[in-house]
């Protein structure tokens, strides 16, 4: 690969919102991960870990203390008193409901996915019933002192336990009065033990975990106290079991992770026994799922952590968006998404040097934020908050920008002379419609948007006036759309779904008609571009998978069977996004959150012969009548220079553009963590 110049940006500095709470969909593979903003990420679990979707906030829901999957549906609940349902086809608040008793810490569904009960600040229990036509209230339990901080059904849906101050309680669900009081304690006579996280065994075993601590054992048939642990030296807020219930995770405002287990003793008793304990998290955890033999955990450092054994493996997924870089290649300007607000920026233009030379290069000109874009809306209190920003797009050219909220789509025009910037809001047809995404052609002359009631709108964009051409219906797409790409040439459009349907628009007579569409994978897409000049589709999909496909012929080409013998380390970590060399049509270049991969495809085939004791499919060869048969297998250049990689593109011929977040940027935001005396040092 030729020399080149990198633009490394490093003014991106997302704000690190803290993850609140998670809930597991275990048979679809989703888990959904709540943050301190009210944004709401759904995550695709089946390979490596990765954002399929994001929800973001809003003022009229402004707080997500506690979610849970109820079926195929996705309900919260939070400081502002209300039960939401979410639409996960719109990415948008469904509806809601209002809950007796205040503001809302704590949300469980039964185990048949028909009865919600949520718990509030001023005492009440609240029992919602979910039919086929709605969610309708049912009633509410006796009012009891203090609030309710946490909850969870037994397997029989009968009976409920929670956990409040100095108190564990268990109602049952026909009745509605408490059958069980049991007092937790205290380790200071004048200071209340807060129970902050409750489990429920399938033998009526309540395990609580609260303010001292302590993790304790409860007999919910007799509502007795059976045994009782000083497991960390603070608040213990969150508790995790694994499937068998044998073992059980804990962690809290100490984050070490530490792991009990159930064993055998004297004949049939059983003991729950301190075992391993694992250090991840230097900030409060505030939430445990298991999955697949896999901890998922996130707290207050914003990172979702996912820690297994065997292999000894920790993963760390920092809180970056999807899609949140966008570049204008002829204006050479880039822009930022963060959760609430948008940034432009100007890239800088270095010092001619010598063709020869490696290093750094002086800059001629530094970058320069141009403009902050955000959606204020004022709540009920009179006071003004930001809109949660779901996508934004730019053209090629700099002159045209959409950005969405929740509350529909807003389009600009910029014009720049020298250092004054001119900004123009333009309105256009069907804007009050929320976006899911948004793109330009290459020309700039249109703007495609996917809104979130279904479909494609294109707009033709001209001077000061835009103009809705044509609306496409996409029956060939299952779900929610994830991508929404338009080939460098201008003549494809791509759309792409979280079930892995990728379709194939071309442009004929000034309409959008559907062109062809690819074969259909069992893992979901994580990255997609077009080759500007060979027209090939490169798609890489969350198993490592990489596949090449000719647009022009409609198949894959024969470099994807090469492909797939790709000797790939990025497994655990999706790649992120594609770029090409616009000097050279053979070389790929993909990465993740930390490496580059490069792939020349004409110098990318060795043969390698190994010893012929190796003879599982997965090795490099087979033994055949005692000879080393070769097989041809794909090399990777790797580049490990980054921590955060957020993105990287060409920009011109000689130009690339790579986006990284500097983690300690992101843990200077962090509040104190907690204070540990390790051998006589804090």
């Known amino acids: 690969m030729s020399k080149s110049k990198i633009h490394n940006v490093r003014f991106f500095n997302p704000h690190p919102n803290t993850i609140r709470t998670t809930a597991l969909k275990r048979n679809k593979k989703k888990l959904v991960v709540c943050r301190s903003d009210a944004s709401i990420e759904i995550w695709n679990l089946s390979s490596a870990p990765f954002i399929e979707h994001t929800i973001s906030a809003t003022t009229s829901n402004s707080s997500v203390e506690a979610i849970s999957w109820c079926g195929d549906d996705l309900f919260s609940v939070g400081l502002h008193g209300f039960l939401v349902q979410y639409n996960l086809r719109k990415l948008s608040i469904e509806s809601q409901w209002a809950v007796t008793g205040g503001a809302c810490y704590c949300l469980h569904v039964n185990k048949s996915n028909d009865t919600i009960a949520i718990g509030t600040e001023q005492g009440y229990l609240n029992i919602f019933e979910v039919k086929s036509d709605g969610v309708y209230f049912e009633k509410f339990f006796d009012k009891q002192e203090g609030m309710i901080i946490c909850l969870k059904f037994d ?3 009968k009976f409920i336990a929670s956990g409040s101050t100095d108190t564990v309680r268990v109602w049952n669900v026909e009745t509605g009065h408490a059958i069980h009081k049991m007092t937790t304690g205290r380790s200071e006579a004048k200071k209340q033990t807060i129970v902050w996280s409750i489990e429920l065994l399938s033998d009526f075993t309540i395990i609580t975990g609260d303010s001292r601590g302590k993790i304790t054992f409860w007999d919910g048939k007799v509502g007795a106290q059976i045994e009782s642990y000083q497991s960390h030296k603070a608040d213990i807020l969150a508790l995790c079991l694994s499937d068998d219930e044998h073992t059980l995770y804990c962690a809290g405002v100490d984050p070490t992770i530490v792991t009990y287990e159930k064993i055998n003793v004297r004949g049939e008793n059983q003991k729950w026994v301190k075992s391993i304990q694992r250090k991840i998290h230097e900030h409060d955890v505030n939430a445990l799922v298991l999955y697949d033999n896999k901890l998922y955990s996130g707290g207050a450092d914003s990172y979702l952590a996912c820690s297994f054994y065997p292999p000894k493996t920790l993963l ?37 040097v010598d063709n020869n030379y490696t290093g750094l290069v002086d800059l001629q000109e530094e970058p320069k934020k141009l403009l902050v874009l955000h959606k204020t809306v004022t709540d009920q209190d009179d006071v003004k908050e930001r809109e949660g920003i779901s996508c934004c797009c730019i053209s090629n050219n700099g002159k045209w920008i959409m950005y969405s909220t929740n509350l529909g789509s807003r389009l600009f025009k910029l014009e720049r002379d020298a250092d004054n910037l001119t900004l123009d809001k333009i309105e256009f047809e069907k804007n009050k419609v929320p976006c899911i995404l948004g793109t330009f052609t290459s020309n700039s002359s249109q703007l495609i948007t996917c809104p979130n009631s279904g479909g494609l709108n294109v707009h033709d964009l001209k001077d000061g006036e835009v103009v809705l051409r044509q609306t496409i219906e996409i029956k060939e797409i299952e ?6 790409q338009m080939s460098p040439c201008g003549k494809y459009l791509l759309v792409g779904d979280s079930s892995s349907n990728i379709v194939i628009w071309t442009s004929k007579n000034k309409q959008w008609v559907p062109y062809c569409k690819l074969p259909k994978y069992r893992y979901p897409a994580t990255a997609m571009s077009i080759h500007p000049k060979t027209l090939y589709l490169v798609v890489s999909y969350s198993d490592s998978k990489i596949v090449e496909y000719d647009v022009k012929k409609r198949q894959y080409t024969p470099f994807t069977e090469k492909l797939s013998k790709l000797d790939f380390k990025s497994k655990f970590y999706p790649i992120k996004s594609i770029t090409f060399d616009p000097r050279v049509n053979s070389i790929i270049i993909f990465h993740d959150d930390s490496s580059i991969y490069v792939i ?36 990777v250049n790797t580049l490990k220079k980054y921590k955060h990689l957020v993105h990287f593109e060409w920009l011109s011929k000689d130009e690339m553009v790579a986006v990284e977040v500097n983690p300690l940027a992101l843990f200077e935001k962090l509040p104190p963590a907690f204070a540990q005396t390790t051998f006589g040092n804090k």
Request: one cysteine or more.
């Open 155 to 157: 397997s029989t849906g």
């Open 316 to 352: 760390k997924f920092p809180p970056i968006l999807p899609s949140c870089v966008h570049i204008a290649k002829e204006a050479r300007y880039i822009m930022l998404r963060h959760s609430n607000h948008i940034e432009l920026w100007s890239l800088g233009t270095s010092q001619k």
């Open 479 to 484: 779900d929610t759309i994830m991508f929404l």
């Open 600 to 635: 020349n495809k004409e110098k990318a085939f060795v043969d390698k012969r190994k010893k012929a004791k190796i003879t599982k499919d997965t090795s490099p060869q087979k033994a055949v009548n005692g000879i080393d048969v070769p097989v041809t297998k794909v090399e």
